[in-house]
């Protein structure tokens, strides 16, 4: 019995060379424990196999209870009227600034008019200002100098005409192109200044019902707080926000 079980043990120690043995030509190599270091400071072994698990999360489906009280709380926003429509304040205050003007006396801030029409004039005037001169110049660039002098039409300034016919080509063409930019630049600003007096007439429409009076109160005053599993309670500090 005993020669029996020292020729199993053997056999089993022999065994476990060989299978080492073959694990080690086919480049598997057994996972080993990590510990955290410099480098690895989680201690992931990178010779172990990356485990994916399958995703459990879950979306939960809106219930049409809830879509309905979704939709009749934006119904409930929408107390105004414009065109047959039924629109949120902000909306209708954007939809009439595409008026200038318009959103300002919609939300009552009359004293905001000048501001908005001399705002809109001046670019306004700025852009004409600017596509005159580059018509000029552009018709001068591609004309004659006695076309040009005998153009009363197309460029009325008598002195700028006379200019025109006595310069040179490359003068006009320099002229052409910062007459172009200047162009471009008042018409960028144009835009955005009429995108700004719809933006002010939103914001307005949005504040109109914020209440900004002096009821708003803030106080801050000591106060005893009592904490849980104690009977004695701590000193602190109570803020209080009321609304009269």
């Known amino acids: 019995m005993k020669n029996y079980l020292l020729f199993a043990w053997r056999g089993s120690r022999g065994a476990g060379w060989a ?10 190599h057994p996972a080993r424990a990590q510990f955290p270091t410099a ?3 989680q201690g992931v072994n990178p010779a172990a196999p990356v485990v994916v698990r399958p995703d459990t999360a879950t979306v939960r489906k809106v219930s049409k209870k809830e879509k309905r009280a979704q939709a009749a709380a934006d119904s409930a926003k929408r107390t105004e009227r414009l065109f047959g429509l039924h629109v949120t304040r902000p909306q209708k205050a954007g939809l009439l600034a595409l008026v200038p003007g318009a959103g300002q006396i919609y939300n009552h801030k009359y004293w905001k008019l000048p501001i908005v029409y001399g705002m809109v004039g001046g670019l306004g005037y700025w852009v004409s200002y600017q596509a005159r001169y580059y018509g000029y110049y ?22 700028l005409r006379g200019q025109l ?4 080509s490359t003068t006009i063409y320099n002229s052409l192109v910062f007459s172009r930019r200047y162009l471009d630049l008042s018409i960028l600003l144009s835009a955005l200044g009429y995108s700004l007096q719809i933006l002010d007439a939103v914001v307005d429409a949005h ?9 708003l109160s803030l106080n801050m005053q000591p106060a005893l707080l009592p904490i849980p599993g104690q009977l004695v309670p701590a000193t602190g500090l109570a803020l209080t926000l009321r609304v009269k």
């Open 165 to 168: 016919a006595a310069a040179p």
């Open 39 to 41: 480098t690895n400071p």
């Open 19 to 28: 299978l080492g043995l073959l694990l080690l030509l086919a480049g598997v």
């Open 207 to 215: 504040l109109y019902d914020f209440d900004v009076s002096d009821n």
């Open 138 to 159: 552009k018709y001068a660039y591609y004309h004659t100098a006695t076309e040009i002098q005998n153009a009363s039409t197309q460029i009325p300034d008598v002195t």
